[in-house]
């Protein structure tokens, strides 16, 4: 159950849109329309964002979409709000029932 | 409003024993999956475990597979996770979390958390 993979890091100034990758195999990611996103702020528990790849649960700002491509899944924020700042986490459902996350992107607003 | 609170944390040999509960509110629980998740402190998630809403059907992370056991009690609302053999990589922060739908696919609720500590 390797980790998908997503940048360390990532940018943006308020009003900008920024992109977050989770890159799997075809094992994973690629192989399931089962991709969720989870933002994290610090000392609190994840909250879920988007499900399924691209919904999201009622509630979630529309600002947040998500997508897949193969093995490559993007979660955009469009119209980046100082609230966004957090950590964010990709997750896909796998084979041989099991899930497995990204190891997290720290997203700053500056 | 949906809430689930966890406990059980607590510090422990490594060898030893733990079980965590989660009591759920808010909701009718034998009509979701429930997961188990940990978070390394400073660290990412992993997912642990999860069960169906009947409590038939379980899944596992393979490091845990075979140490530790998640079951459910839909008459009292609470979700388990029994522990055992534990080893120093084990230690974290144990949410648990409710699926939207199917159990492993999206969760949209979660508890705050109980520390486990696993050290000599």
């Known amino acids: 159950q390797s980790a998908l993979t997503q940048p360390a890091s990532v940018s943006g100034s308020p009003g900008q849109s920024i992109t977050i990758s989770c890159t799997g195999t075809s094992s994973d990611v690629g192989g399931y329309n089962y991709v969720s996103w989870y933002q994290q702020h610090p000392g609190k528990a994840p909250k879920l964002i988007i499900y399924?790849?691209?919904n999201r649960p009622s509630g979630v700002s529309n600002r947040f979409s998500g997508s897949k491509s193969a093995n490559t899944a993007s979660l955009t924020i469009s119209g980046l709000q100082a609230e966004d700042e957090a950590d964010y986490y990709c997750n896909s459902y796998a084979s041989s029932s099991t899930v497995v996350f990204g190891g997290g992107t720290k997203l700053t607003v500056l | 409003e949906v809430q689930l609170l966890e406990s059980g944390g607590d510090w422990v040999q490594p060898g030893g024993s733990l079980r965590l509960s989660c009591v759920v509110s808010?909701?009718?629980?034998?009509?979701?999956?429930m997961n188990w998740v940990r978070q390394t402190p400073g660290k990412g998630l992993e997912w642990v475990s999860g069960i169906s809403g009947g409590g038939r059907t379980t899944y596992y992370a393979d490091s845990v597979k075979g140490r530790f056991t998640i079951s459910r009690d839909n008459s009292k609302s609470t979700l388990f996770l029994q522990m055992n053999s534990l080893r120093a990589e084990d230690t974290a922060i144990y949410y648990c979390?409710?699926?939207?739908?199917?159990?492993?696919?999206?969760?949209?609720?979660w508890g705050q958390g109980t520390l486990v500590t696993v050290s000599s």
């Open positions: 399924d790849v691209s």
């Open positions: 979390a409710k699926a939207v739908e199917a159990i492993l696919r999206g969760w949209d609720y």
């Open positions: 808010g909701y009718t629980f034998s009509s979701y999956g």
